[in-house]
């Protein structure tokens, strides 16, 4: 009775997921498609523009910098012998991006990854910095996303499209160091889960991708900066290349995922975190079901762990 009940229960909870999972598993072509990264002329943008060239994309790139788009252009002809558009804009001026999106044409794939990051205690920060955090990060991916919208529903294959985010782990958990960066990360959670509802009528997929620390240009330029007690921290996770993150992301942007962990500790993070996030995936839904709760135990390991850090460290601190 008790091993029947073991073997029938979860084969029926299953069977249960697999019908009620929505949105529904989608497929996203990238083959002859328009790809538009924001902040791809760097890091991961960089990154996820080289593969998504070669595996046979349109690319265009936006970022403020025409110097570092040309670069950008410049290695992506090399290394795949294809030919990218280059749009200088910054996203927090809706009206250059609008100029930027509309000359690009319509959008397949819209890669909002444009992101920066000054971590620092919220008591030495200064309001201008905690405001271009945000102002960068969340209120110019409305931004962009504003802008892209009307020409990619519009567009004429109806064939699914995609719009991503590039969030960060510290958009899971707030980290010491992030108030202002996390804060900008969470909010493109709450953005992404209302728009996939706003825009799947028009087989519009949102996802959103969680890197751990990424070695990239802007995590050197981090580093000179980061309190030790972020850099204590964040170590919970390990640290990946570009091209390995852009990996993940455009994977994760392939099978329609709507959260997109990176690493190991990335997935235990998407379930611990799994709130009521869509998941079209009924072996993940099974997956998350059966495990949160463990999850939830790991991570108050984790906050037990990062809470004695910060105790050693303050009292370390007292002693010299
Ligand atoms: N590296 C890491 O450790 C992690 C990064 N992430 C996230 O990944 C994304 C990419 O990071 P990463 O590759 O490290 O960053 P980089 O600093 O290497 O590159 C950032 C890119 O964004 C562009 N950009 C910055 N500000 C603006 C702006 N106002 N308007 C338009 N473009 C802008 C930059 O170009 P330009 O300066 O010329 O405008 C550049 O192309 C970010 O959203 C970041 O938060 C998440 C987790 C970890
Ligand atoms: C349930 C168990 C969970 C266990 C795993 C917890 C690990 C959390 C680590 C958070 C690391 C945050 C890195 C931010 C990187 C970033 O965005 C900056 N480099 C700026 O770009």
């Given amino acids: 009775m008790v091993l029947l009940s073991l073997i029938l229960l979860p084969i029926l909870l299953l069977l249960l997921l697999y019908f009620i999972v929505r949105p529904r598993p989608v497929t996203i072509l990238i083959k002859n498609r328009h790809v538009f990264i924001t902040g791809g002329s760097s890091g991961i943008g960089l990154a996820l523009a080289h593969q998504a060239a070669s595996q046979g994309a349109r690319v265009s790139l936006l970022a403020r910098s025409l110097n ?107 980290i010491y160091g992030y108030t202002a960066y996390s804060a900008s990360k969470f909010g493109l959670r709450g953005l992404a889960e209302a728009l996939q509802q706003e825009v799947i009528a028009d087989n519009i997929h949102v996802s959103v991708v969680y890197p751990p620390d990424t070695d990239t240009p802007g995590f050197e330029k981090e580093n000179e900066v980061r309190p030790e007690l972020t850099k204590l921290l964040a170590g919970s996770s390990g640290s990946m290349k570009a091209d390995e ?46 495990s949160v709760g463990v999850l939830r135990l790991v991570g108050l390991f984790f906050q037990w762990n990062w809470y004695q850090t910060i105790e050693n460290w303050h009292a370390k601190k007292n002693r010299t």
């Fill in 68 to 174: 570092k788009l040309q670069e950008a252009k410049e290695s992506i002809r090399r290394s795949s012998g294809l030919d990218v558009s280059i749009f200088s804009a910054d996203v927090r001026d809706y009206d250059a991006v609008q100029k930027a999106v509309n000359d690009a044409g319509p959008i397949d794939v819209l890669v909002v990854n444009q992101g920066v990051f000054v971590p620092q205690e919220l008591d030495k920060q200064g309001l201008d910095e905690i405001k271009f955090m945000i102002d960068v990060n969340l209120m110019g991916s409305f931004n962009v996303i504003k802008a892209a919208l009307p020409l990619m529903k519009e567009r004429k294959d109806r064939l699914p499209a995609s719009i991503s985010l590039i969030s960060s782990q510290a958009g899971q958990v707030g």
């Fill in 245 to 290: 993150v852009a990996k993940k992301a455009l994977d994760g942007i392939k099978s329609g995922s709507f959260t997109v962990p990176c690493n190991f500790e990335g997935h235990m993070l998407a379930i611990a975190t799994a709130g009521l996030s869509p998941e079209r995936s009924f072996l993940m839904a099974f997956i998350e079901v059966a």
